[in-house]
């Protein structure tokens, strides 16, 4: 895919309800393999969250594993420019 598909994919998957099922979708749309750099790209992209935000999200437990942030603390990080938010 290209990036600009994955970032229409993000956009407009209606059946994802939550940030952290954006970036399971990410994940799986990047193969398996989805660094902080990518995590950041794409969202700031999709949702036009802002970097600082974006840096501290990266840190989901789905993206560097064991001792990342929670599902919750994601999705309510990035709530705000989600699905009619601020994008």
Known sequence: ????EIIH????????????EVISLLIKL???RLSQFD???????AF?????ILKEASTSRLVIGA????DE???????PWFR???T
Do not use: C, H, Q, W
């Not at 895919?1 to 600009?4: E, F, H, R, V, Y």
């Not at 995590?39 to 992209?45: C, S």
């Not at 036009?48 to 600082?52: F, L, N, S």
């Open 1 to 4: 895919m290209t990036d600009d």
């Open 9 to 20: 994919a993000l956009r407009s998957d209606d059946t994802i309800s939550s940030p952290s």
């Open 30 to 32: 990047k193969e398996g």
């Open 39 to 45: 995590m950041i790209r794409y969202f700031g992209e």
């Open 48 to 52: 036009k969250v802002p970097v600082g």
């Open 67 to 70: 001792g990342g942030l929670e």
């Open 73 to 79: 603390e994601i999705d309510a990080l990035l709530g």
């Open 84 to 86: 009619g938010g601020n």
